[in-house]
């Protein structure tokens, strides 16, 4: 199987710091996949060093099956790294403009098709300056769009959007993965829109690779159980490390079917319960629970 | 792929106007209006001072003043934004996965040279167009025989000084990423050749003047002048070697750029 990208031991420093250690990734075609990451983690150097805006410090990739990384290859892949990248004097159609004669593309109609798809025929011809940040972001969208990538990299597409913008840019990237067959590897910080968007993801702390896997593998078989019960000191003794108070009871992280088990212990020791509910663990869940481990175990 | 990133520069220099007039089209407007002002002052004031004039010497002393030190204050800006204006707007992660590293900055530099050049000339023909309101004025007009090579050779030493300070803008821009450090620091080498310039003189004929740029675009200048039929002009044997040096000169600051610029990290622009 072709992939997207496939990384090899692909590591980043500056200096003393480790911006990324060896990190074995591969991002198959064909679908949305998540990187996702406190700030720092090394993200946006993986997606630099993918678009050859840095030089790897160790390891390699393979982007679209290619070693050899040069302009022919990455013009089949469009991006929007970090804030949008506009020149405040250009318009919007003249930055679309721009971009296809740096990128050699000609296809008549292209600029007026992706602006429509973006949202921004209205705004064609206001300078990006007067752009508010949501426009802006749907611009280097548009940019990233034009010259039909066979790979797009966005990273936090949604800032700046407002909610009906970030269900259109949802709708947008679901549509051109599932309808045009691009492949997506999309970086951001709002995980219950990742959890909603892409079909696999990989997590990345202190520059390593935490977790790895489709994201319905992750959130399943994993939760939490809330038991309101008293009283709440002895019912935390016999649960155990993996209990936390909260509000008139405990929350216990454990799968679900060891939730019978303990709801007989507790009542065995004398705990009174008065309910029990289960709560399946989000993506949100996973990552905290992910990187707080993580971050234990490299304190 | 030069000629791709060469069109897109193009492109964009072209819709940045305001930028694109003060950089690289004020001074010809600006030599033109003044020439017209300074011919009917002195017109009005002192009377003909020569009783004919001379349209085309005119021209080529227009051609001259791009090589002054204020018109390279204006060139020196429109380089930076040339050059830096990646790093001043945080665009190279826009366009670098376009385009080549090398070929976006040969693009840049054979941009550089195209408006300087179109500037030279647009300040070559202001100046003839305030000799010919001249020869309108006296009513007598007098022109060089085969002037060609004389203006050929004017024009490509003012081009000349224009690309050494464009290359070392954009040396300067590259590595130190910044916009005002790509006007500032080559505004104060200019002003550290002037100084230096100053305690010399051309007349003395020392080959190692043709190293400094002022001196080697005045040679040229002058050998155009002989060219033209002057037969006053000074310096002219340090034309060839003023040429070399600053060919090599731009060569060098160049290279530098470029090579630094493949090796630089833009983990942030």
């Known amino acids: ?299 | 792929m030069i000629g791709q990133a060469f069109r897109a520069e193009l492109f964009k220099l072209w819709r940045n106007r305001w930028s694109l007039f003060w950089a690289f089209g004020f001074m010809p407007v600006f030599g033109l209006v003044a020439g017209l002002i300074e011919e009917t002052s002195v017109r009005a004031y002192v009377g003909d001072l020569l009783p004919y004039a001379n349209p085309l010497r005119y021209g080529y002393a227009g051609l001259g003043t791009t090589q002054s030190s204020l018109f390279q204050v204006f060139a020196i800006v429109g380089a930076a934004i040339l050059f830096a204006g990646e790093y001043r707007w945080e665009t190279w992660r826009a366009i670098l996965p376009r385009t080549d590293r090398t070929a976006i900055m040969i693009a840049k530099l054979l941009l550089f040279a195209l408006a300087a050049s179109v500037s030279i000339l647009a300040s070559g023909v202001g100046r003839f167009l305030v000799g010919l309101y001249d020869a309108m004025l006296t009513g007598q007009a007098d022109a060089p025989s085969d002037p060609w090579l004389g203006l050929l050779t004017g024009f490509g030493g003012a081009l000349l000084q224009l690309m050494l300070t464009g290359a070392l803008v954009m040396a300067v821009a590259v590595l130190s990423r910044s916009l005002m450090a790509a006007i500032v620091a080559p505004l104060v080498i200019l002003v550290a050749i002037d100084l230096t310039a100053i305690r010399f003189r051309i007349e003395t004929g020392e080959l190692w003047l043709a190293a400094l740029p002022n001196f080697a675009g005045r040679a040229i200048h002058e050998s155009g002048l002989l060219l033209l039929g002057e037969p006053d002009a000074i310096g002219v044997h340090l034309a060839i070697p003023g040429a070399i040096a600053m060919m090599l000169w731009t060569a060098v600051l160049a290279i530098v750029a470029i090579v630094a610029f493949q090796r630089q990290d833009l983990s942030r622009e």
């Open chain 1, 1 to 299: 199987m072709t992939h997207a990208l496939e990384t090899t031991g692909l590591g980043k420093s500056y200096g003393a710091v480790t911006a990324l250690s060896a990190l074995d990734l591969s991002i198959p075609k064909g679908m949305v996949y998540g990187v996702l990451g406190p700030n720092g983690a090394g993200k946006s150097t993986l997606l630099r060093m993918v678009l050859g805006l840095v030089t790897p410090s160790r390891g390699g990739f393979r982007l679209l099956g290619e070693t050899n990384i040069n302009a022919t290859v990455l013009r089949r892949v469009g991006a929007m790294i970090e804030a949008p990248s506009l020149y405040p004097f250009l318009t919007a159609r003249d930055m679309l403009r721009m971009a296809a004669r740096m990128s050699g593309f000609r296809e008549a109609g292209r600029e007026e098709a992706v602006l429509a798809r973006v949202g921004l025929t209205d705004a064609a011809d206001r300078k990006a300056r007067t752009f508010s940040m949501g426009m802006r972001q749907r611009l280097a969208l548009g940019a990233a769009l034009l010259a039909r990538p066979e790979l797009l990299i966005l990273d936090e597409p949604t800032n700046g959007l407002d909610p009906a913008g970030i269900q259109e840019m949802r709708t947008l990237v679901r549509e051109l993965v599932d309808q045009d067959g691009v492949t997506i590897i999309l970086s951001s910080h709002l995980l219950d829109e990742v959890e909603k968007v892409c079909d696999r993801v990989a997590i990345l702390n202190h520059g390593k690779l935490i977790a790895e896997g489709r994201v319905a593998d992750l959130v399943s078989g994993r939760g939490a159980i809330f038991i309101a019960a008293t009283p709440i000191a002895k019912a935390l003794a016999i649960a155990g490390p993996r209990a936390r108070a909260q509000g008139d009871g405990i929350r216990v992280d454990i799968a679900r079917e060891e939730a019978p088990a303990l709801i007989r212990a507790l009542s065995a020791g004398g705990v009174d319960v008065f309910e029990a509910r289960w709560a399946n663990q989000s993506l949100e869940d996973v990552f905290l629970s992910s990187t707080a481990a993580s971050g234990a175990g490299a304190s």
